[in-house]
């Protein structure tokens, strides 16, 4: 069965530094996703992309933060200077349609120091 | 405001106890609800979603609208049961609001 795929499972970097977050979303789905979720919170969402743009943000998602689909499988963020409060577990997902169920990646785990 | 809220953080259970984790929402619109599961060091994986009224491992879940309201059932917990269980609100904008998450713990 198809499943999304991130890497890398851990990242850890200094404040101030760019990160970038790879995800392969499951590969005849249109609508992709961020989510995170700091240590002992909800799960939040972030962003969200279809057909090439952002359909979607949440107000995390600041101009620190920003999306790409490089090359038609790739699905980064970028978060372009980080800070401590960034540390959390970073999800991917991916969907056929905007509306029902999204497919989950095992998460990034970011931490900065 | 859409929000999810699911009041336990944690619900420990005997094997064979049944198990209602329960979740409520507050959503003006029409609502689509589901539940993911996240087993240990596992991806969360969608579990239930109203619409299609099924039963999925033993579990159910049914939108009460009146009490806004779509708590997950089980009638006999078993040990495999114990995860961390996340009710979800898709509010037909592209992105899922989460609860806060219910561990449950089953024990032999």
């Known amino acids: 069965e198809p499943e999304v795929t991130q890497t890398p499972s851990h990242q850890v970097t200094q404040m101030g530094q760019e990160v970038i977050l790879r995800c392969v979303p499951i590969?005849?789905?249109?609508?992709f996703y961020w989510y995170r979720q700091i240590l002992g919170q909800k799960v939040e969402f972030l962003v969200s992309f279809y057909n090439n743009e952002i359909s979607e943000k949440s107000e995390i998602f600041d101009d620190q933060f920003s999306v790409e689909r490089p090359d038609g499988s790739n699905f980064t963020l970028k978060i372009r200077s980080t800070k401590l409060e960034d540390s959390a577990m970073y999800f991917c997902?991916?969907?056929?349609?905007?509306?029902?169920?999204?497919?989950f990646g095992p998460g990034t785990r970011l931490t900065v120091t | 405001a859409q929000r999810v809220t699911q009041p336990e953080k944690l619900l420990s259970v005997f094997k064979g106890a049944p198990v209602e984790l329960k979740c409520n929402y507050s959503?003006?619109?029409?609502?689509?609800l589901f539940w993911y599961v996240q087993y240990s060091r596992q991806r969360l994986q969608l579990l239930l979603r109203h619409i299609s009224r099924e039963s999925i491992k033993g579990f159910t879940a049914d939108l009460n609208k009146g009490e806004t309201s779509f708590h997950l059932k089980k009638p006999f917990a078993q040990e495999e049961d114990s995860a961390m269980y996340y009710c979800a609100l898709n509010t037909g904008f592209q992105k899922l609001v989460f609860g806060t998450g219910t561990r449950l713990l089953v024990s032999p």
């Open positions: 997902a991916s969907g056929q349609d905007g509306f029902y169920e999204q497919y």
């Open positions: 590969s005849n789905h249109l609508y």
């Open positions: 959503y003006s619109g029409s609502p689509e």
